[in-house]
């Protein structure tokens, strides 16, 4: 299709009219950054001016953004909570937006261990589609032809439930795959799943995975993408062919579809589609029973062009897994959301997952910054390449000045819009002592440790969560693994663990190996190897009370009893770091 030339984009040619729209609306509000979020608080200001919780901080009719600030406290979740509970409970009065709140959004990250609720309002399911409607004409722009097939996303509802007061509570993916704007969406070239909507809109996982696999194999020369939302959840899609692949070579071999898939609407739907096909059939046979799974990806899908797929944060550690998986597709990274807010996309998108930075969208909320170390906190457009900031944002359904916890360092500038590469959340700590062991830290000894291992035996690890032992006089750190052996004649064996126990120890910060080497005040940490399918049935049970597939992330650190006592009973071995790591006495000004 001929493009209008005056619709062509600083970004790059784009595909069709439509992306050249969507590619000028980046443009327009990146340009403008600061001109939309001042505009943006005023309008939320204006909006909500009589709410209960605004009336508090007595703004006056002030919609500028000083008075805001100086007036208005930053804020957690906590701090909110008596309000939360209120709407919960039923009190329908604008206590934080002056539009009803429509539904409450289960937020992974927790508070004193419960899911948090974050309020949200009926438009705020447009700006999240717009958002979404502006990823493919990115990715169109690095990638050609994807209006020629499909794309294999993995992609669940959860069963939902409601608050006392009758408002539905539920992960953001699972509001936004049941509301009108997924299930109706019109037909996009650019946009075409192999999954039907009955398939993603079955609550029962099971059933919704089987018949999306089984749609994908049945698909499998159109499709030119394969994706989920985060790394993990592409991985629990590939160990679930691994484990059921002769089931779906005797459904295709038969055209019959199991029996065990009892869901109406969607026997319905496959009763189109699935027509008996023994040469698929053999075929998928042939790709699974082998013992190596190496590239399975792209032999079984071998159009595929990229995995869309979140690799940054505490997905990171699933790269080398999902490239051995992938025969080494490139990786992209395209949105960063919460269901507090959607924040920003990936304007390039085919960039190193290290690499990857998101530009925040000042359309989608109203951004602050707090440096971190300091506590005043600064505009969007003032915010500094090279500097970590905690996120602050201000919203449409309430929320104001609320810290989403996450850290992020500016790496540029796309017109006077900033972008940031997701350095870790908030507070994921692993101490003992004076120590303090963040998320990133720990994933980088992990990733080192990881290394030697693949060098050694050829082996991964495929999984990993941590755990504060104090049971232990003094305490020490405990690396639960689940590893992936690629090589069963080439075990890792204890000697070759009990040396990744100390590479992790060498790859900690100074604090750590000071209060090992100098206090004694940590002692040696300890890798549990845990037997494979743990971190599924850590998944299970985390699924079993309440949270989301999508949303699904690999706890960093244990410490809940149960979870604790899951994994230790499925320990297959232990292991001590044998020695102390270096430390040297001038390293103490760290
Ligand atoms: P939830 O509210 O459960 O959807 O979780 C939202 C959180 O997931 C964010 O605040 C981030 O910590 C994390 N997250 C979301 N998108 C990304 C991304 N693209 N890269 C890294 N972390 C992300």
Redesign the pocket.
């Known amino acids: 299709m001929a493009v209008d030339s005056n619709l062509s984009s600083p970004l790059g040619p784009p595909a069709c009219e439509k992306d050249a729209k969507a590619l000028c609306f980046i443009e327009e509000m990146t340009r403008n950054a600061d001109a939309v979020q001042e505009n943006l608080l005023a309008e939320i200001l204006r909006r909500n001016a009589d709410t209960e919780y605004l009336r508090r901080f007595n703004l006056c009719g002030a919609t500028d953004r000083d008075t805001f600030k100086s007036k208005l406290p930053i804020i957690t979740y906590e701090d909110l909570q008596p309000e939360i509970q209120r709407i919960a409970d039923g009190d329908r009065s604008p206590i934080l937006s002056a539009h009803p709140i429509s539904e409450f959004l289960t ?3 927790t508070s004193a261990g419960e899911r948090k609720l974050m309020p949200t309002i009926r438009e705020e399911l447009d700006r999240r589609q717009l958002l979404y409607s502006l990823l493919m004409p990115v990715m169109n722009l690095y990638v050609p032809g994807l209006d020629k097939g499909k794309g294999l996303y993995f992609l669940f509802v959860k069963s939902e439930t409601k608050t006392p007061g009758g408002l539905p509570a539920r ?2 993916l699972t509001s936004y795959y049941k509301s009108d704007h997924f299930r109706s969406r019109p037909y996009d070239p650019y946009n075409v799943y192999t999954s039907p909507n009955e398939a993603i809109l079955c609550p029962d996982s099971f059933q919704s995975m089987y018949t999306q696999m089984l749609c994908g194999l049945l698909d499998r020369l159109s499709v030119l993408r394969v994706g989920a939302v985060f790394a993990s959840g592409l991985l629990r899609a590939i160990r679930f062919l691994q484990l059921h692949w002769s089931r779906f070579a005797n459904d295709i071999q038969l055209g019959y579809l199991d029996p065990e898939i009892t869901n109406r609407s969607i026997r319905q739907c496959l009763s189109g589609i699935l027509k008996p096909d023994p040469n698929l059939a053999e075929f998928i046979r042939h790709a699974c029973e082998s013992e190596n799974w190496e590239g399975i990806v792209t032999r079984i899908w071998p159009n595929t062009k990229y995995l869309d797929v ?1 690799v ?4 990171a550690q699933y790269i080398p897994t999902l490239e051995f998986y992938s025969g080494g597709l490139p990786m992209a ?1 395209t ?6 807010c959607y924040f920003g996309l990936n304007l390039n998108p085919m960039s190193k997952p290290s690499e990857v930075s ?1 530009t925040i969208m000042p359309n989608m909320a109203y951004f602050e910054f707090i440096p971190l170390g300091g506590s005043k906190a600064v505009e969007l457009v003032d915010v500094k390449i090279g500097k970590e900031y905690e996120l602050v944002v201000t919203t449409y359904a309430g929320l104001c000045r609320y810290r ?3 850290i992020l360092r500016v790496t540029g500038f796309h017109n006077s819009a900033p972008q940031f590469h ?1 350095v870790r ?1 908030k507070n994921v700590l692993l101490s003992i002592d004076s120590d303090k062991t963040d998320e990133s830290e720990l994933q980088k000894a992990v990733e080192n440790a990881s290394r030697l291992l693949l060098k050694e035996c050829g082996t991964r690890v495929a999984e990993y969560t941590s755990y504060a032992d104090t049971s232990t006089i003094p305490g020490h750190y405990v690396l639960y693994w689940e590893l992936l052996v690629m090589d069963g004649a080439r075990q890792p064996s204890q000697e070759t663990l009990s040396r990744c126990c100390l590479e992790m120890e060498e790859s900690l910060n100074s604090v750590y190996r000071q209060c090992r080497v100098a206090d004694s005040s940590v002692g040696p940490l300890e890798i549990r190897v845990v037997r494979n399918g743990t971190f599924e049935e850590l998944m299970d049970y985390a699924i079993s009370r309440g949270a989301s597939i999508n ?1 699904y ?1 690999v706890p960093r650190c244990v410490n809940f009893t149960p979870i604790v006592e899951l994994l230790d009973s499925r320990v297959v071995s232990v292991q001590f770091s044998p020695s102390l790591p270096h430390w040297m006495p001038e390293m103490r000004r760290r």
């Not at 940054?312 to 997905?315: N, P, Q, V």
């Not at 949105?335 to 507090?340: K, L, P, Q, V």
Request: glycine share 12%; hydrophobic share 30%; net charge neutral.
């Open positions: 937020s992974s990250g992960p953001v979140i940054t944060g505490a997905m990274c949105m960063y959301a919460s269901s507090e998101y989403v916890g996450d997701f959340r949303q992330k």
